[in-house]
């Protein structure tokens, strides 16, 4: 597979990302079969994973999105987290599963959690793409982690650097941005 100029290297090729996709989606398809969850997806570095997973799943389900801010361009979590869509439907009394692309230091789970708590689902599940628990500043509880991956910044199947690269079909860790800079 040809590289990205941007990308220094490839962590999930195409292929293991379909697999490991393919087992969760048999995995949450067992666990709730005698339900119809909501999967919530977190905008926007959800998108992909979340359209791969609904094709894995073979119960039931239904689909809607929220969006919160908080990276603002840059590589951190800067922690102050900003709802920019919520939900059209109420969660009440359904079960909830919550698809993100990753979980970094957890901030922004745990805001969404909380949130998403007092709206009274039946049952709140978390399930992320990536996992870098090295990185973590508050306690998450993930029932379904695709990977865990080292403290790097990547991008690709949906996760973004100033909005771009998400179109990359693999998860890919990005060349040093001083590297990228002197190269344009
Ligand atoms: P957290 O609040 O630090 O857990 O960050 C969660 C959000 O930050 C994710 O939903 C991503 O949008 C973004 N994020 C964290 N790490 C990365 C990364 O390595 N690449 C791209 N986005 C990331």
């Known amino acids: ?5 941007a990308i220094e290297k490839i962590l999930i090729p195409q292929d293991a990302l379909q697999k490991r996709v393919h087992e969760m989606g048999k995995e949450i398809s067992q666990d709730y079969k005698n339900s119809c969850p909501v999967f919530i997806g977190v905008l926007k570095g959800s998108v992909m994973f979340l359209a791969d997973l609904m094709k894995q799943t073979t119960v039931d389900h239904s689909v ?11 590589t951190k979590s800067t922690g102050i987290v900003r709802l920019l869509l919520d939900l059209r439907e109420s969660i009440e009394g359904k079960d909830v599963l919550l698809v993100e692309d990753i979980v970094d230091t957890g901030l922004t789970m745990s805001y969404l959690l909380d949130n998403l708590r007092t709206r009274r689902p039946r049952s709140l599940e978390i399930c992320t793409l990536l996992d870098k628990t090295s990185c973590r500043k ?7 982690r695709g990977f865990e991956i080292p403290d790097e910044f990547v991008v690709g199947y949906g ?15 990005m060349k040093p941005l001083k590297a990228e800079k002197s190269k344009k």
């Open 64 to 74: 809607d999105f929220l969006c919160p801010s908080s990276y603002a361009g840059g």
């Open 1 to 5: 597979m040809t590289m990205h100029p």
């Open 159 to 173: 996760l973004d650097y100033k909005e771009l690269y998400r179109n990359l079909p693999y998860i890919g860790v």
């Open 138 to 144: 508050s306690h998450v509880p993930i029932r379904y």
